[in-house]
């Protein structure tokens, strides 16, 4: 009964790269969500997607942030050209197919990163 | 004024005592609300859902609804120092899937 999964749980690098976040959903949920924490902060929401489509990416920085949820494999999040203030712990939630109110969203163990 | 809002703590309280969480919202559509559970260098952990006015128990988590004044508070009965995390409100606003996530209340139980 393997729960959301992300990985590399812990991540580093230095300015400039490029940071690769994964994320693969429970099974049976078509739904994923991405969240930041930025330390000692709350949890903000950054994109919202479905299979191959994005759904609601209000939350995401305009420049250097994207996602995907490709038809096969896992959701990814990719950070081009990272900065310092990019570090924070990333989470990604899933949830089944939304029937009405917003379905419950369960969170993976979350990706830190830490850049250099 | 902030979406959700939170009493950053912290709330301590001994053991064997109720603990009382509060938040209060500022989107009077919203529909959905969630306390989860994070203990630190942790991922939040889902404790309770509530959709409609009123209260839901589960277990010795108790989850209270008031929509027209705004506010989802949560209680929790026979505090045991393992409940000692940071508990975070979160809001689903209409019109969307997201949440919105008040700053956390830290809870602090001591024997």
């Known amino acids: 009964n393997a729960g959301v999964m992300q990985n590399p749980r812990h991540l580093v690098r230095r300015r400039g790269q490029e940071a690769r976040l994964r994320c693969s959903p429970m099974?049976?949920?078509?739904?994923v969500y991405w969240y930041r924490q930025l330390p000692e902060e709350g949890l903000k929401f950054m994109v919202y997607?479905?299979?191959?489509?994005?759904?609601?990416e209000s939350g995401m920085p305009k420049e250097r942030f994207s996602a995907e949820f490709p038809k096969e494999g896992p959701s990814i999040l990719r950070i081009q050209q990272v900065v310092r203030g990019d570090s924070a712990a990333y989470f990604c939630?899933?949830?089944?197919?939304?029937?009405?109110?917003?379905?419950?969203?369960?969170f993976g163990p979350g990706t830190r990163l830490t850049v250099l | 004024q902030k979406e959700v809002e939170q009493n950053s703590g912290p709330l301590s309280v001994p053991e064997g005592a109720i603990a009382s969480l509060n938040c209060t919202y500022s989107?009077?559509?919203?529909?959905?609300f969630f306390w989860y559970r994070q203990y630190s260098g942790k991922s939040p952990e889902l404790i309770m859902s509530?959709?409609?006015?009123g209260d839901k128990e589960d277990g010795r988590f108790t989850a209270q609804l008031n929509k027209a004044s705004q506010y989802v508070s949560l209680l929790i009965r026979d505090s045991q120092p393992s409940d000692s995390a940071t508990y975070l409100c979160?809001?689903?606003?209409?019109?969307?899937?997201?949440?919105?996530f008040g700053t956390g209340t830290r809870l602090q139980v001591f024997p």
């Open positions: 939630a899933s949830s089944p197919q939304h029937g009405g109110y917003t379905d419950t969203q369960y």
């Open positions: 099974k049976g949920h078509s739904h």
């Open positions: 997607l479905q299979k191959e489509n994005i759904i609601d």
């Open positions: 989107d009077r559509g919203s529909q959905s």
């Open positions: 509530i959709y409609s006015n």
């Open positions: 979160a809001v689903n606003p209409r019109n969307t899937d997201k949440l919105i």
